[in-house]
């Protein structure tokens, strides 16, 4: 079922998430749309080869922040608490988060600053694949990330019917 997000402002601002600036180039025509509707967006990412040059192309005000793909959790603190304070100074009114690691310090962070509307979209589940502690570190994250997040987007209904298996709220 289809919902349509409404957000009255004159001051519309937008931040894009992805653990690494390659996600970005998922959303070409993106930014120019976003500012066709009076929006400004923001991308945060960490710098690969992708980030600036889709940034650029794209007209996103380019954010980069450390993350990493693995699990490293004195890195992934210290991102957390740079993008909260990126955050309460930009003062968007959306975030949307891709990737597993962006959607968990996006949306904790986001959620400290009290940002509005939170959306992380889900395009797998690692954690399917995960035994012992990972699978209970992954497990525990994704619930963190979803609850913070006052949306939450499955790409497909595989990815939902997932979910509900390994029962994240």
């Known amino acids: 079922r289809a919902r349509i997000l409404v957000v009255v402002s004159n001051d519309k601002r937008i931040v894009m998430i992805a653990t690494v600036g390659g996600t970005l180039l ?21 710098e690969d080869g992708f980030f600036n040059d889709v940034c650029q192309s794209e007209g996103f005000t380019p954010c980069p922040i450390g993350l990493k793909r693995r699990v490293t959790p004195l890195a992934d603190c210290i991102a957390l608490l740079k993008l909260w304070f990126k955050l309460i100074r ?16 996006g949306m904790v962070s986001a959620c400290l600053a009290r940002v509005p509307v939170r959306i992380y979209t889900v395009h ?17 994250s994704d619930c963190v990330a979803f609850v ?6 499955c790409v497909s209904h595989s990815v939902k019917a997932k979910i509900k298996e390994l029962k994240l709220p």
Do not use: D, N, Y
């Not at 589940?125 to 995960?130: K, R």
């Open 90 to 105: 930009i003062q968007p009114k959306i975030v949307h988060a891709h990737t597993p690691k962006a959607g968990l310090v």
């Open 26 to 46: 998922f959303f070409r025509g993106l930014g120019e749309r976003l500012r066709a509707h009076g929006w400004k967006p923001f991308a945060f990412a960490s």
């Open 124 to 140: 797998g589940v690692p954690l399917e694949t995960a035994t012992g502690f990972r699978f209970l570190l992954l497990w525990f």
């Open 148 to 153: 913070c997040a006052t949306e939450l987007l």
